[in-house]
């Protein structure tokens, strides 16, 4: 059995992401991975799962706009769409990948819309 590339891994990530699989999320993520974002941090695959199950409960799409993977490191660039509050948001996030799981995630993005600040 071959191991996937850093870019594969985050392509089966996104696209179980985009359909709200966590099922397929969780073996794609190391046990002890670690997510840094614009509202909070979490430590673990299943506080991690935790936290994005609340905050894609909302959401009713994702577009991705660009892609770079060198090594065991990706960026992608995606269109986050929201019902509640009805916002789309552009994300920028960063990914490591460890032994074929990712093992770090970092999200930017502006958080004011959530909150109904103009931004």
């Avoid at 090594?71 to 660039?77: D, L, R, W």
Wanted: glycine share 8%; hydrophobic share 45%; aromatic share 8%.
């Amino acid at each position: 059995m071959t191991m996937n590339t850093a870019r594969e891994v985050v392509d089966q990530y996104f696209t179980a992401l985009a359909r709200k699989d966590f099922a397929a999320l969780r073996p794609l993520l190391h046990d002890d991975v670690s997510f840094t974002g614009a509202l909070g941090t979490t430590d673990g695959a299943e506080e991690y799962l935790s936290g994005l199950q609340r905050m894609m409960a909302a959401m009713t799409g994702m577009e991705r706009r660009a892609l770079i993977a060198e090594g065991e490191e990706v960026s992608q660039v995606y269109d986050l769409t929201l019902a509640t509050p009805p916002v789309t948001l552009p994300i920028a996030q960063w990914l490591t990948v460890r032994d074929g799981r990712i093992a770090a995630l970092r999200v930017y993005f502006d958080p004011r819309p959530l909150f109904g600040t103009p931004g």
